[in-house]
């Protein structure tokens, strides 16, 4: 079963606008971590935002967000005021273990693209 | 701050040669080091986690003898593609961990684009 889902290979969004990235995630640990990158043409991995497990408020970043509904498991990506420079993949990931034995996993990542 | 440098960023090398990927941490010591692969249009899998002064840990289904990870010092990991094949191209990411309160959050190399003729 996969751990992290993303069910949007590809996404539109007007500039300007916002747009929702979704993230599932599946885990037995109480204790875990979630991450959203981006990850541009170039190839170099952008980190966005994290949310901790224990977190009771959402994370922000800027124009990030993270609606994270841990009942649900699932912690999607809101980009407001979308840019054309956001137009990139996103790749949601989760952070399991304890440290010392940390692992990421990411998902199989969301193609973006901000239209003028 | 928390920079991460890779080196090279692409190589272009012939069919049973070895290949070595250097991976620094500028600007801070990373206890932990982690090898991605990243094939086109996919995701990031991890290879292998390594700790500075220990063995790394590879993930299952990556050739131990294959790809040799030297965590030699706190700024430095090496990743060697040994012998190797047209299969073995690809993007390779490494990353170093940071442990602050933010749950020890990961800072990514800019990769290593290996081609194998």
């Known amino acids: 079963a996969q751990k992290i889902t993303q069910t949007q290979p590809g996404m539109f969004v007007q500039e300007k606008e916002a747009v929702t990235l979704d993230c599932t995630y599946d885990t037995s640990d109480q204790s875990y971590g979630l991450f959203w990158y981006k990850q541009p043409s170039s190839g170099e991995m952008i980190f966005l935002i994290y949310?901790?497990?224990?977190?009771?408020q959402n994370a922000t970043e800027g124009r990030y967000s993270l609606n994270f509904q841990k009942a649900r498991k699932s912690a999607n990506l809101v980009i407001s005021a979308s840019q054309l420079g956001d137009s990139a993949m996103y790749f949601c990931a989760m952070r399991e273990g304890t440290s010392g034995t940390y692992k990421y996993i990411f998902g199989t990542g969301t193609r973006l693209k901000v239209l003028a | 701050g928390a920079v991460v440098s890779q080196h090279p960023s692409w190589v272009i090398c012939k069919s049973g040669t070895s290949v070595k990927i250097e991976c620094r941490s500028l600007?801070?010591?990373?206890?932990?080091m982690f090898w991605y692969r990243q094939f086109p249009k996919q995701s990031l899998m991890l290879m292998a986690t390594s700790n500075e002064g220990s063995k790394a840990t590879y993930e299952q289904g990556v050739e131990k003898d294959k790809f040799l990870i030297n965590h030699a010092s706190l700024t430095l990991s090496t990743l060697t593609v040994t012998s190797a094949h047209p299969e073995d191209s690809s993007f390779y990411i490494c990353s170093a961990r940071v442990a602050t309160n933010r749950g020890g959050e990961q800072y990514f190399g800019p990769g290593t684009r290996l081609t194998v003729t």
């Open positions: 600007d801070f010591q990373a206890t932990t």
């Open positions: 949310q901790g497990s224990y977190d009771e």
